[in-house]
């Protein structure tokens, strides 16, 4: 796989791993309750930034740079967004229902990415800051 050269992925240990694989858990759930919404959730991109705000804090504690913190938040992006688009051939989505589901996504994805860097933000890496 081509992220095990990526700082972001060398720098942590197991625990580490396996502690921002259940946040990508998490935010992915999060992401697919936001597609599935009737409506705009506020509540549901608060989840976001703050599982983006713990990713952060994380980061930082085991001192990765911040643009190594936000690549692996660009990488997971990525990810997710290929999956979305690379469905079935026999799954028929309208293209203006394409565009919508993407720039859902995109919303997700982009507020946990701003807790991310709110969290580099932050006096003190271990202290709950809403």
Same mark, same amino acid.
Not at 95 to 120: C, D, E, F, H
């Given at each position: 796989m081509a992220q095990h050269a990526e700082p972001w992925l060398k720098e942590q240990d197991e625990a580490g791993r396996d502690r921002n694989r259940l946040?990508?858990?998490? &935010?992915? +759930? *999060?992401?697919? #309750?936001? &597609? @599935?919404a009737e409506?705009? %959730?506020?509540?549901? &991109?608060?989840? =976001? #930034?703050?599982?983006?705000r713990e990713y952060g804090r994380s980061a930082r504690r085991t001192g990765?740079? @911040? @643009? %190594? =913190?936000?690549q692996a938040s660009m990488f997971f992006h990525d990810?997710?967004? +290929? +999956? =979305? *688009?690379? &469905?079935p051939d026999n799954v028929r989505i309208p293209p203006s229902s394409q565009l919508q589901?993407?720039? #859902? @996504?995109n919303r997700v994805l982009n507020t946990a990415q701003l807790g991310v860097a709110a969290a580099y933000?932050?006096? %003190?890496p271990g202290h709950d800051v809403p």
């Amino acid at each position: 796989m081509a992220q095990h050269a990526e700082p972001w992925l060398k720098e942590q240990d197991e625990a580490g791993r396996d502690r921002n694989r259940l946040l990508g858990k998490q &935010l992915m +759930a *999060v992401t697919m #309750r936001y &597609l @599935i919404a009737e409506e705009e %959730d506020e509540g549901l &991109l608060d989840e =976001a #930034r703050s599982i983006g705000r713990e990713y952060g804090r994380s980061a930082r504690r085991t001192g990765l740079p @911040i @643009i %190594d =913190a936000l690549q692996a938040s660009m990488f997971f992006h990525d990810k997710l967004l +290929a +999956a =979305a *688009v690379e &469905l079935p051939d026999n799954v028929r989505i309208p293209p203006s229902s394409q565009l919508q589901m993407l720039n #859902r @996504i995109n919303r997700v994805l982009n507020t946990a990415q701003l807790g991310v860097a709110a969290a580099y933000g932050e006096e %003190d890496p271990g202290h709950d800051v809403p």
